[in-house]
């Protein structure tokens, strides 16, 4: 049975740092790319990075340059470190596989930022 758990959110103001945290389990880790999707309130969910097993990411442009994704295949850990926060990342974020093949979705985490 796969489960995501994530975890790392919080309240941050414009310009702040959050790290968020995917723990996989109940599944073979290392043969899947992984990604972080958000979902605002109203919108759909998207996909904000990835990256492969051999390490080689992808960005939405909405992102790109302020989030940098990584991995951890000793842990079945996927991180998201993000830098330069606006109120536009609000949002509750997920990780999955890319494309999200499991077939269900953690809880999230929610991501506020406000001053």
């Known amino acids: 049975q796969v489960q995501l758990v994530e975890s790392g959110g919080g309240l941050v103001q414009p310009g702040g740092s959050l790290r968020l945290s995917c723990a996989a389990s109940?599944?073979?880790?290392?043969?899947?790319?992984m990604g972080w999707y958000r979902q605002a309130p109203g919108k759909q969910r998207e996909l904000v990075a990835s990256i492969t097993t051999g390490g080689s990411t992808n960005y939405a442009d909405s992102v790109k340059g302020r989030f940098t994704i990584s991995r951890d295949h000793a842990k079945n850990t996927v991180y998201l470190q993000m830098n330069s926060l606006k109120p536009e990342d609000t949002a509750v974020y997920y990780c999955n596989a890319k494309p999200p093949v499991f077939g269900s979705w953690g809880q999230g985490t929610q991501v506020t930022v406000s001053s």
């Open positions: 109940g599944i073979i880790f290392s043969i899947y790319t």
